[in-house]
């Protein structure tokens, strides 16, 4: 967030989803007629997990406890499957949002799109952090595969 | 009008209507109309549960409004009830901190508010539709005091950081202007024929004289500065009285300028059926709601319960729980002969439970919305003194996106508090990611852009990142019109001598009516189930 008014890099597939939400406009109980944020330049994996994971998943991948519970990412023995990493991104997993959405479909629940290639190098920062060394490093096109064969679009 | 002009030309009304909506505010609602956002509740008045079998027992799980609704109703009917609450207070997300509270979120990070007396954030609901009936009637049984919530104020601001030198205009201006510079182009394209296909000669008379009272033009359908332009979007000299009363005209925005600066997209805030006038709040907080219903149910409500797992069998539901301060120490055993369950869905996913696989596949089904609310204190109200803002709502393009002013205790002297940031999407998952100070530190710098006395008059702040909630890890269940249609009636429909309430098992997400709604709605089925001896759903 730091960054927010510095974009550190190119916009990326985020300002897509951005201007999608300046679109948006009202839903829920919310009536953000206004919403109009900048592109933060968030296109590698290290700085999508301080962005957006960390809020629910913390800084270490240390997950947290109260009436239910994020999993912890370091030590999860789930993740040895980055297939399993990959389609939880994706396609969300209970509380959590899809990130495999298109911008379109991801505007209409108030969720966010990230490009394959982020979903990618989400998953590889994952599970090469908090104590995690899987050694497959997954492609673009591994995700765009996973993504289509579950009809996530 | 006339049905000679071609099919597909539109007719009077479509046309006034087209005036009328901003192509944003008509496309908004459509939009939000697929999704059920705009749905008006579905409240008849007080619900009957006559003839409950004697002795017959409920559980509820959840002191929130849903479970609090069907609790004190159950209860009022002759059930035994009983909640358990993992909150210490009732109320769930409806919610207030006040000075003196202490909040720790997921993750640690714990908050005092030091607020002063009488001063609170609302960092879950903060206003009540006038159609919202339910939840107005158990507002008036309970004797909660109302008063109005502005959703507009003329006098607040629109803001760009790109347009006007990232200086924010007020509403007003931004309105009539807007309003103005449409019905004057739309003037002069029924003078210059332009419309001759759509609309006939007579009603074209009709149309120019419409347009020119309500975009404020002159005899000759001109949007200009003048004494007239200026009693829609504010003089640079207020009328007033003797020599120095004279008003002085303020000069309009124009037409490519208000275009470009994108701040018409903030005109029809007020328009959504959902923001429409009237509105209310709650005299002291909106936790006053969840602290009346509280009292009203006193013991029955079990505070600091953890539920740990609910099974059911064909007498009863069975729920483990324990004492969320002494984790893992005592776990106790709760039964009844039904369980209405209103733990939010993030939770509920997590908690073992003995029910079919489409409800299970239900609960898993409905993400939750990001969002973040952010109360700040300052040590005076300088949006009255200095701008004459009372109430009502800014909104702008900065990551804070709104500015709510409080809609209460006008001119008194001392702090106030603002809503500093009300945030979704993308940049509300970046704030929650933030430690809370830092929330706060970022919220302060960007709203001091549109209100520099921020840097000045800043006392203290507080900021509620729903995600990092605790007891929702989230705000509100969000559907799309595909889990919808393959999940939402096996959310709500009873499993067994279970059945789910609140808010995500409503058409109003996010909206404390669809808690009192769905939760009605469910014992009512329950109770019909109870009183045919269980024997069909």
């Known amino acids: ?153 | 009008m006339s049905a000679q002009s071609g099919a597909r030309a539109p007719s009077r009304r479509e046309l006034l209507r087209m005036i009328g909506l901003t192509a944003g505010g008509a496309a908004m609602y459509q939009a939000m109309d697929a999704l059920g956002f705009a749905a008006q509740s579905p409240y008849r008045g007080p619900v009957n549960l006559q003839g409950a079998p004697r002795g017959a027992s409920v559980l509820v799980l959840g002191s929130g409004m849903a479970g609090m609704t069907s609790a004190y109703e159950l209860r009022n009917a002759g059930y035994r009830v009983r909640v358990l609450e993992y909150n210490p207070r009732p109320g769930g997300r409806n919610w207030s901190l006040r000075g003196g509270d202490v909040y720790t979120e997921l993750g640690g990070a714990t908050q005092h508010c030091r607020f002063d007396e009488g001063l609170y954030l609302n960092p879950g609901p903060w206003r009540i539709p006038y159609h919202h009936r339910g939840l107005l009637s158990y507002c008036k049984r309970f004797g909660v005091a109302l008063e109005p919530f502005f959703q507009v104020n003329y006098n607040a601001y629109l803001h760009s950081s790109r347009a006007f030198g990232g200086r924010p205009r007020r509403f007003r201006e931004i309105k009539a202007d807007y309003q103005g510079q449409v019905a004057e182009l739309l003037a002069k394209a029924t003078q210059q024929s332009a419309l001759d296909v759509s609309v006939s000669k007579e009603d074209q008379e009709k149309l120019l004289e419409s347009l020119r009272v309500w975009g404020a033009l002159d005899t000759s359908y001109a949007y200009r500065g003048s004494v007239l332009t200026s009693s829609r979007r504010g003089y640079d000299h207020n009328p007033g009285g003797g020599l120095s009363g004279r008003p002085v005209p303020s000069q309009p925005i124009g037409l490519a300028e208000l275009l470009d600066s994108q701040l018409w997209q903030g005109i029809a805030s007020g328009d959504d059926f959902d923001m429409q006038t009237s509105l209310f709040e709650p005299v002291g907080g909106m936790g006053r709601i969840g602290e009346a219903f509280g009292r009203e149910l006193g013991p029955l409500i079990h505070y600091n319960a953890k539920v740990l797992s609910i099974h059911q069998d064909s007498r009863g539901v069975s729920v483990v729980y324990e004492d969320r301060r002494a984790p893992g120490s005592n776990r106790q055993t709760a039964w009844a002969e039904w369980c209405v369950c209103t733990i939010p869905l993030p939770i509920l996913a997590e908690i073992p439970m003995n029910v079919g696989a489409p409800l299970r596949a239900a609960i898993g089904a409905v993400p939750y919305a990001s969002a973040i609310k952010v109360g700040l204190q300052f040590k005076r109200r300088f949006w009255e003194e200095d701008e004459e803002i009372y109430g009502g709502i800014t909104y702008t393009d900065l990551p804070i996106t709104n500015i709510g002013y409080p809609n209460t205790g006008y001119q008194s002297a001392g702090k106030g508090v603002l809503l500093g940031a009300y945030i979704w999407g993308l940049n509300a998952m970046e704030f929650t990611a933030m430690p809370p100070e830092e929330r706060v530190r970022k919220t302060v710098e960007y709203g001091a852009r549109i209100h520099e006395q921020y840097h000045e008059e800043f006392d203290n702040g507080i900021a509620v990142a729903w995600h990092r909630s605790p007891f929702t890890m989230g705000c509100f269940g969000m559907w799309s019109p595909q889990s919808r249609a393959r999940h939402y009636e096996d959310l709500c429909r009873i499993d067994g001598r279970i059945v789910l309430a609140g808010e995500h098992c409503s058409y109003l997400n996010g909206w404390q009516e669809g808690a009192v709604t769905s939760a009605l709605d469910a014992i009512g089925r329950l109770h019909r189930l109870a009183v045919s001896g269980g024997e069909k759903a």
């Open chain 1, 1 to 153: 967030m730091t960054a927010a008014r510095k974009p550190r890099a190119p916009l990326g597939a985020i300002s897509a989803s951005l201007l999608a939400l300046l679109a948006a406009g009202a839903a829920g109980a919310d009536d953000a007629t206004f919403t109009s944020t900048r592109a933060l330049g968030v296109t590698a994996g290290a700085q999508i997990y301080g962005h957006i994971c960390q809020g629910c998943h913390m800084p270490q991948g240390s997950g947290a406890v109260g009436a239910g519970y994020y999993p912890k990412l370091a030590g999860d023995a789930s993740l040895a499957s980055w297939r399993f990493v990959v389609l939880t991104i994706v396609g969300g997993r209970n509380d959590m949002p899809p990130f495999g959405l298109s911008p379109e479909a991801a505007n209409m629940i108030r969720a966010v799109h990230l490009s394959d290639a982020q979903i990618a190098d989400v998953a590889n920062y994952i599970e090469t952090h908090f104590g995690n060394h899987f050694p497959h490093k997954v492609t673009a096109a591994e995700v765009a595969a996973l993504r289509r064969a579950e009809h996530i679009d």
